[in-house]
């Protein structure tokens, strides 16, 4: 039996064509309905759907969309096209993305119903057939049940050298990043009762041991490209420390969409990063830990994210710290980017504690001195700052200068004149500009706080350093 679910935005045209089609005829059963492609993905989700019919042209999601979803996590599903009028372009979309048919409504009448479900039903025999041809028997799963180990590095250590008679009972698939076990049916029966023996010249705490379900019928190479999948981003992240040994997923899990975030979430995300609110406030920092890894960001977006902040960190408060900030060369999991984010606060704050003021006011000289960095081409005055950050101007001048170990004005002159040094060796910006994107409104005024600082005019400097 062919089970089909039809998806159309009009609820007569749905039971229209579930009331009046032959579908009895060609061994197929309408087994759901729904009014969008939400619903749709729902119903697909659980329900086990041979054949999707949909129109191309709804709310919510599109049929395109649909389409594109649904070929993605269920690479054996059949696919038939509803359009109202011949929107060539659409339609080509649609068979382009693998829908085997299409059916204009309007041409829809009562003597081409049987028509139309003959030329669907021989294209699904056809497909079923092709596949038969293409794969033997021994690369389908007959059994439900089976077991995955996951490397945790990309590049995982090995010892295959290791003289162990199970090593033989695994299977290595994918740069030595993937092992399934069995590889043959006859080996199985062991695994309903007890877990499989690793195989020699593993390192357990790099390795995930995966029990997957739901395998039977399916491929194995499309079990290995959505393990594949699994182990380059959702793996990385369900490893919080709290997962068991053992991680249990069915295939249906396995298929699931992975959504990208939009950008406008990564930038609230980089913008609170780069607050450095989290440092002093503990409820922040949870939070910021939590959004972060809701976001499930693939790794190199992860540690991209992570490196702009280590180096905005090492350029706004290496006066305070005294050290650079250091990204690790990998996270392995979740787990160790928690960690490192937590260790990374402890040790700032240990380090602040050194200076005998309290946290929040430390908070507070943090604050200004990225507002020092974000608007240092604008009027900054000591008095407004210290407002801005909740302090009054003598305390503030008194923790700045013991904490930074300038004043305010002098390490406001110093950032200033950083990044007129980089306005003249890497642009050729004239001076005048320099002066005014740097905060001065006077350019003569400029070039003698200038060569208070370096010994040269603007210049001169820039002549000096463009010759070497």
């Known amino acids: 039996m062919i089970n089909v679910l039809i998806v159309d935005d009009d609820k007569l045209v749905r039971k229209g064509l579930i009331s009046v089609m032959p579908w009895h005829m060609f061994e197929m059963k309408v087994v759901g309905e729904a009014a969008n492609g939400e619903k749709a993905l729902e119903l697909l989700d659980n329900s086990h759907v041979h054949?999707?019919?949909?129109?191309?042209?709804?709310?919510?999601?599109?049929?395109?969309?649909?389409?594109?979803?649904?070929?993605?996590?269920?690479?054996?599903?059949?696919?038939?096209?509803?359009?109202?009028?011949?929107?060539?372009?659409s339609i080509q979309e649609a068979l382009r993305l693998g829908a085997i048919d299409y059916i204009a409504k309007v041409q829809l009448e009562k003597e081409q119903f049987e028509e139309v479900l003959a030329r669907i039903y021989a294209r699904i025999i056809d497909e079923r057939v092709k596949k038969q041809e293409m794969h033997s028997a021994a690369d389908i799963y007959t059994i439900d049940t089976a077991y995955a180990l996951l490397s945790l590095k990309d590049k995982p250590d090995i010892n295959k050298e290791a003289g162990d008679a199970t090593r033989l009972e695994w299977r290595m698939t994918h740069n030595d990043q993937i092992m399934l076990w069995p590889a043959k049916e006859d080996v199985f029966e062991a695994c309903d009762e007890e877990l499989p023996r690793l195989p020699a010249g593993i390192h357990r705490q790099e390795w995930k041991l995966v029990k997957l379900q739901g395998l039977r019928g399916i491929l194995r190479s499309e079990v290995e490209q959505w393990l594949r999948q699994y182990r380059e981003k959702m793996l990385f992240y369900e490893c919080d420390g709290s997962e068991g040994y053992l991680i249990e997923k069915s295939i249906a899990e396995l298929q699931m969409e992975d959504m990208e975030p939009h950008q406008a979430e990564i930038e609230r995300m980089r913008q609170g990063l780069h607050s450095f609110h989290w440092i002093h406030d503990e409820l922040c920092f949870r939070?910021?830990?939590?959004?972060?890894?809701?976001?499930?960001?693939?790794?190199?977006?992860?540690?991209?994210?992570?490196?702009?902040?280590?180096?905005?960190?090492?350029?706004?408060?290496?006066?305070?710290?005294?050290?650079?900030?250091?990204?690790?060369?990998?996270?392995?999991?979740?787990?160790?980017?928690?960690?490192?984010?937590?260790?990374?606060?402890e040790q700032t704050l240990k380090q602040l504690g050194k200076l005998e003021i309290n946290r929040d006011v430390s908070g507070s000289i943090m604050s200004a001195i990225k507002i020092v960095h974000d608007e240092y081409e604008l009027p900054l005055f000591a008095i407004d700052v210290a407002k801005r950050v909740n302090l009054s101007r003598s305390y503030f001048n008194e923790c700045f200068k013991k904490?930074?170990?300038?004043?305010?004005?002098?390490?406001?002159?110093?950032?200033?004149?950083?990044?007129?040094?980089d306005y003249l060796t890497q642009t050729m910006k004239p001076i005048v500009w320099i002066a005014e994107h740097t905060g001065y409104a006077d350019e003569k005024y400029f070039s003698r706080v200038f060569r208070e600082q370096t010994g040269m005019l603007p210049s001169e400097y820039r002549q000096h350093h463009r010759r070497r």
């Open 403 to 421: 904490i930074i170990g300038y004043s305010f004005n002098e390490y406001l002159r110093k950032v200033r004149i950083d990044k007129a040094r």
């Open 287 to 345: 939070g910021l830990q939590l959004q972060l890894k809701q976001l499930q960001l693939s790794v190199p977006k992860l540690m991209q994210l992570l490196y702009g902040f280590t180096v905005d960190w090492n350029r706004l408060f290496r006066a305070i710290t005294q050290v650079d900030t250091a990204l690790p060369s990998e996270f392995l999991c979740w787990k160790e980017v928690s960690d490192w984010l937590l260790c990374f606060r």
């Open 51 to 89: 054949l999707l019919i949909t129109d191309l042209s709804m709310p919510v999601m599109s049929g395109i969309e649909l389409i594109r979803i649904a070929r993605r996590k269920y690479p054996h599903l059949a696919i038939a096209v509803l359009t109202m009028h011949q929107d060539f372009e």
